[in-house]
């Protein structure tokens, strides 16, 4: 075997057609295949779980479309570094080649990082592909994100997983196909997917982990057999579930959010620990609790928002493992707090109001009238201002278009 590099980084495809995932954005007639083939890739941010495939994505996406690829890691970068970047690009853009600009974790790039980035993409001196496993709507400035294309990633299926396998097992030049490596159960194979929990990098380098292994019992290189055993051992890790991209995601979120909701406190702690152990983001869990004190208790509490928000700081402020105890105090609060779900349903309800009838004219008399051309358009007139009204005229005056009227989007 070529062992100069990992397997994982050996296998990674050049070519779209032979990149494994992701069909909802570069499946046939996708809107992220249409505009690699079209060449009229926009900056953009993946975001995704580990091991999706966003490096190689980026990667292929240069590659496809002729252009000078920069990549670096905003772990290890700076300002500096950036600017550099930048000017490297601009002696490319002068021979008329077009530079993409990785960045991986762009989500651990400060504020005035992210900023030094924002006139070389709205110029196009750099079509910036920045990679992040976090929310960017929390981790990207404003400024930034508005100036790229979201295109979120999917944890890969066992399908997938199994079919990446299969690559690396046949391909004779940088995988192991030179090798007689078989799985002795055809269970086992699926098992090492299942654990693999969408990661394909966890999955090959598992794979090339458990075939040194075995090489190392065998210095002849016969047939090499992977058992479940062997694929424990490379693993090193427990055997529990928790795919933090995936169904069992979903499943233990939702058992929290029940639990919660149901007053059951001892769940709620345990769907708690659950996620941690399973090594979630302490940050992903607060926002949900503090999502829940809206949604669930509302008005029933105006207590539980700030104990969520107090969470998610403390969060922050000390990490884990130490935060751990903060989450249970707020997912115990939250599950012995009165509920209510008046706010969640008014939201809702005004929400599809406005969906449905559009941009229904604000009444006159609620617009401001700062220029004397609204004046004489009527803007203002009639307003009556509240604090110094009579009871009759607060009664009489309206506040919603006419279309909604005699709406009650309250129900106390």
Known sequence: MNTRKPLADRMRPKKLKNYIGQNHLVGNGKILKDLIQN????????????????????????????????????????????????????????????????????????????????????????????????????????????????????????????????????????????????????????????????????????????????????????????????????????????????EEHFNIISALHKSMRGGNADASVYYLTRMLAGGEDPLYIARRIVRFASEDIGLANSFALPQAISAYEACKFIGMPECGVNLAQAVVYMAKSKKSVVIYDAYNEALRDSQKLGNIPIPKHLRNAPTKLMKQEGYGKGYVYTPKATDKENKNQTFLPKELNDKKYLKF
Request: aromatic letters at 6%.
């Open 39 to 246: 060449d009229k890739v926009p900056s953009m941010i993946l975001w995704g779980p580990p091991g999706t495939g966003k490096t190689t994505l980026a990667r292929i996406i240069a590659n496809e479309t002729e252009a000078h690829f920069i990549e670096m890691s905003a772990i290890n970068s700076g300002v500096r570094d950036v600017r550099k970047s930048i000017e490297i690009a601009r002696s490319y853009a002068r021979l008329g080649t077009k530079t993409m600009l990785f960045i991986d974790e762009i989500h651990r790039f400060t504020k005035s990082q992210q900023d030094a980035f924002l006139s070389s993409v709205e110029d196009g001196t750099i079509t910036l592909i920045g990679a992040t496993t976090e929310n960017p709507s929390f981790e990207v400035n404003n400024a930034l994100l508005s100036r790229c294309r979201v295109f979120v990633l999917e944890a890969l299926t066992t399908v997938e997983l199994k079919s990446i396998m299969d690559q690396a097992m046949d391909d004779k030049i940088n995988g192991l196909g030179k090798l007689d490596v078989n799985f002795e159960k055809k269970e086992d194979k699926e098992y090492l997917a299942v654990l693999s929990n969408g990661d394909a990098r966890t999955v090959l380098n598992t794979l090339e982990i458990a075939v040194e292994f075995l090489l190392s019992l065998d210095e002849n290189g016969n047939s090499i057999q992977i058992t479940k055993n062997c694929i424990e051992q490379a693993l090193q890790k427990s055997n529990l579930l928790y795919d933090k991209g995936g």
